[in-house]
């Protein structure tokens, strides 16, 4: 379907405000110290049919982000509107996205991220229990509710780890989040406000995480499913 962003007011219009609060979300997350460099990409769903997503472009400093810094693209990744080009991550996006029937996907590459996503990658993911901060996720009730954090093996090959997501998805359907090794955390929600709260949550609690293995470095964990 041809799209003429020009003509179509009601995307353009909601392209811009969506950009708007992907750009001031992207800086929050560069002053908490989780997406420097250029890592990190954040995404949310402009339209339904058409199929449109607003992005940040690649090679991107979160810090001094802003609207004009959004892409719009369609399904096949193609670029309607902005100057930039899409991250090879964009195929992940896309695939929760279409997975999870989700509105917005954050990843972040944070510190703690990167610690234990690595220390753990050999078994599979981590789990998180007994924190107050589990009721940031989404249906998530009580403390005492019990989160498995699965971690993937990072690849520059994009479609066949997007094969690999989407068989981790469909194996593990309550999630609310899940770590490439050595490369950060991936996250969504219904609404970008959901999906930033999902974010702060978990980094926190990965911190938490790590700092407690960090003072109980003899302490054995079983994180195995």
């Keep these: 379907m041809e799209l003429d962003l020009e003509t179509d007011e009601q995307i353009r219009n909601r392209f811009q405000d969506i950009s708007k609060e992907?750009?001031?979300?992207g800086q929050s997350f560069y002053h908490n110290g989780w997406v420097f460099?250029?890592?990190?990409?954040?995404?949310?769903?402009?339209?339904?049919?058409?199929?449109?997503?607003?992005?940040?472009?690649?090679?991107?400093?979160?810090?001094?982000?802003?609207?004009?810094?959004?892409?719009?693209?369609?399904?096949?990744?193609?670029?309607?509107?902005?100057?930039?080009?899409?991250s090879a991550e964009t195929a992940l996006h896309l695939t929760l996205v279409q997975e999870k029937s989700c509105r917005a996907v954050f990843h972040t590459h944070?510190?703690?991220?990167?610690?234990?996503?690595?220390?753990?990658e050999k078994d599979g993911g981590i789990w998180i229990e007994g924190l107050e901060m589990?009721?940031?996720?989404?249906?998530?009730?009580?403390?005492?509710h019990r989160e498995w954090i699965p971690i993937l093996k990072n690849s520059q090959d994009m479609d066949a780890l997007a094969i690999r997501l989407k068989e981790v998805l469909n194996q593990t359907p309550n999630i609310h989040g899940f770590m490439l090794s050595g490369h950060g955390l991936y996250t969504w929600g219904k609404t970008i406000q959901e999906a930033k709260r999902h974010v702060?949550?978990?980094?926190?609690?990965?911190?938490?995480?790590?700092?407690?293995?960090?003072?109980?470095?003899?302490?054995?964990k079983t994180n195995k499913r």
């Design 110 to 120: 944070s510190i703690w991220s990167t610690i234990l996503s690595q220390k753990y």
């Design 22 to 25: 992907i750009a001031v979300t």
């Design 134 to 144: 589990l009721k940031s996720l989404d249906g998530v009730k009580t403390h005492e």
């Design 200 to 220: 702060e949550g978990i980094e926190f609690i990965l911190e938490v995480h790590g700092r407690m293995d960090s003072l109980n470095p003899k302490q054995k």
């Design 37 to 86: 460099g250029t890592s990190g990409n954040l995404s949310a769903v402009v339209s339904d049919e058409p199929s449109l997503l607003a992005i940040t472009g690649s090679g991107l400093d979160k810090g001094n982000l802003s609207s004009e810094k959004i892409i719009l693209i369609d399904r096949e990744m193609k670029v309607i509107w902005g100057n930039y080009r899409p």
